[in-house]
């Protein structure tokens, strides 16, 4: 059984950083789909960066800001979030698949899903 849990989460202001973790149990992150995707009230979910079979991916909306790794050793993938603004604002979610994903931006290519740790940046 697939599990994940996301930490890292919390409030900081616009300029700074944070970084988001996402433990990945039940499946080898590096050989399979680990998406971060965010969603706030009355929007879709949507794709921020993955790692797909090794291979990394970045949104356009955060690319230059956002860096996504990879740790083997412990299993774990994580999201660093620089200059935050604003508008990165949400609550954000890892999400799993096995194997190679097609479309890595769309949340119906990830079948099992973390509870989410929001972030809120302030001015």
């Known amino acids: 059984q697939v599990q994940l849990v996301e930490s890292g989460g919390g409030s900081v202001q616009a300029g700074g950083s944070l970084t988001l973790s996402c433990a990945v149990s039940?499946?080898?992150?590096?050989?399979?789909?680990i998406g971060w995707f965010r969603q706030v009230p009355g929007k879709e979910r949507q794709g921020v960066a993955a790692?797909?079979?090794?291979?990394?991916y970045i949104g356009d909306a955060v690319k230059g800001r956002f860096i996504i790794s990879q740790n083997g050793a412990t299993n774990t993938v994580s999201l660093q979030m620089n200059s935050l603004i604003l508008d990165d604002t949400a609550m954000y979610y890892c999400?799993?698949?096995?194997?190679?994903?097609?479309?890595?931006?769309?949340?119906?290519?990830?079948?099992?899903w973390g509870q989410g740790t929001q972030v809120t940046v302030s001015s």
């Open positions: 039940g499946l080898t992150a590096g050989q399979n789909s």
């Open positions: 790692i797909v079979v090794g291979t990394r």
């Open positions: 999400a799993a698949n096995s194997g190679r994903v097609s479309w890595w931006w769309s949340s119906g290519a990830f079948k099992t």
